[in-house]
């Protein structure tokens, strides 16, 4: 890695060449980009990804009912959208349309 001999910032390389924004620039032969930004190391072999449905619900579930399709199974979360000395907002949403509401007090 290196830095502008003028202002200190950090020089990227680009197309065999470091450039600062304060003017300076250097042109780079292979043994430099070599030594300074070459990495070695472990290399991570191909994961599998594992995909999941969409439709999989990963929030707590309750009894309740939707008013838009009659579904008596809910998700909730509470989130805090008023000052902290007041109690926390309690959404729900439908496990079936994803129909979204806040709780009342």
Not at 12 to 22: A, D, E, F, L
Not at 28 to 41: F, P, R, S, V
Request: with cysteine; glycine share 8%.
């Amino acid at each position: 890695m290196e830095f502008c001999p003028k202002c200190g910032k950090m020089l990227i390389p680009k197309h065999n060449q470091v450039k600062c924004s304060c003017g300076y620039s250097k042109n780079l032969n292979k043994k430099d980009i070599e030594e300074q930004y070459t990495m070695a190391g472990e290399k991570k072999h191909n994961e599998e990804v594992v995909l999941i449905d969409g439709d999989v619900v990963t929030l707590p579930t309750t009894k309740g009912k939707c008013f838009k399709c009659g579904n008596t199974q809910i998700a909730w979360w509470m989130r805090q959208t008023r000052s902290a000395d007041e109690a926390p907002t309690i959404f729900y949403r439908c496990t079936k349309c994803g129909n979204t509401w806040k709780g009342h007090d």
